[in-house]
């Protein structure tokens, strides 16, 4: 059974950084795609960045030029390196994975095994 567990929120200033990391476990599938995605309070969960297993990754435009999705698969762990915090990247973040390789954030439905989140604020 697949479990991740998501961890490094936080509450930090705008401009600031912070790194999420995603620790996996129980993925024996040979092709997946794996992301990281965020539901502010009251909206939708929407995806901002994947990564497949041969390292291919995507962004959504908001993130683009300011966040790093990476895996580390000795270590079995996923990655976000968040840099520039904006207050709007303010959500509870979670990390996502599906057993195909398609390098889409949406729908974030398709994504079958999700962590628990943890929350990030930026303020002001």
């Known amino acids: 059974q697949v479990q991740l567990v998501e961890s490094g929120g936080g509450s930090v200033q705008s401009g600031g950084s912070l790194r999420l990391s995603c620790a996996v476990s129980?993925?024996?599938?040979?092709?997946?795609?794996m992301g990281w995605f965020r539901q502010p309070p009251g909206k939708e969960r929407e995806g901002v960045a994947v990564?497949?297993?041969?390292?291919?990754?995507s962004y959504a435009d908001s993130v683009k030029g300011r966040f790093t999705i990476s895996q580390d698969n000795a270590e079995n762990t996923l990655y976000l390196q968040m840099n520039s915090l904006k207050p709007e990247d303010t959500a509870m973040y979670y990390c996502g994975l599906d057993p195909r390789m398609w390098l889409l954030l949406h729908p974030v439905a398709e994504y079958k095994y999700w962590g628990q989140g943890t929350q990030v604020t930026v303020s002001s």
């Open positions: 990564i497949n297993s041969i390292g291919a990754t």
């Open positions: 129980g993925n024996t599938f040979r092709t997946y795609r």
